[in-house]
């Protein structure tokens, strides 16, 4: 009996949260969704083996011209030094407007770089809306030319978004690849 309530006591503490809500990989699709509803969510942290990618805004709700603060984070928790090798960057930042339903890939460099990370050891990316390069089967550019300008500023049209980070990069160290996947979304009201 002692055994049964030591594991139900267990079980309860691993199942209480911290202040931040952290959403579990698999789970993303799910919790992003309200009765088929998108919600915002400013904040989103997933854990993967030594390390957690964290992808944050400042806000969940921004106004029109006010500019966009969101970055990516990657947080590195072994015990001893590493280095990360990845093509371009450590992370790749895509825009979606869910209200629209267009989804915007990014764009990025690939030479390869290599990364020294010690334990602790955060590295961060600002997002910036790299424009113009979208979906082609979505059908057509939904934003002019002085849209995409304006986004390429952070200054975002009314609209629901959400920006997801995806990681693909090898621990020089061992060989072990990580690909780690989150996302965020927010809205820009008038």
Known sequence: MRFII????????????NEKDIIVEDQLEKVTHVEGQPTNIKESEIQKGSFT???KSEKDQ??????????AQLTYHG?????IRYAGSWVSLGTTNLTKNYQFGSSMFLANSTTPLASGETISEQ?????GLY???LG????????????SKMNFPPGQYKIEAHTDFKNEDNGIPY????????KVVE
Do not use: R, W
């Open 127 to 131: 997002y910036q809306y790299t424009g």
């Open 179 to 186: 690909k780690i996947h989150t996302a965020i979304i927010f």
């Open 53 to 55: 990618l964290t992808l």
């Open 6 to 17: 030591a594991g139900l006591c267990i079980l309860l503490l691993a199942s209480c949260s």
């Open 79 to 83: 015990e001893k030094a590493i280095h």
């Open 140 to 151: 057509g550019n939904p934003y002019s030319e002085d849209e995409n300008s304006k986004m």
């Open 135 to 137: 979906v082609e089967e």
């Open 62 to 71: 921004y106004k029109v011209g006010e500019d966009l603060n969101i970055v």
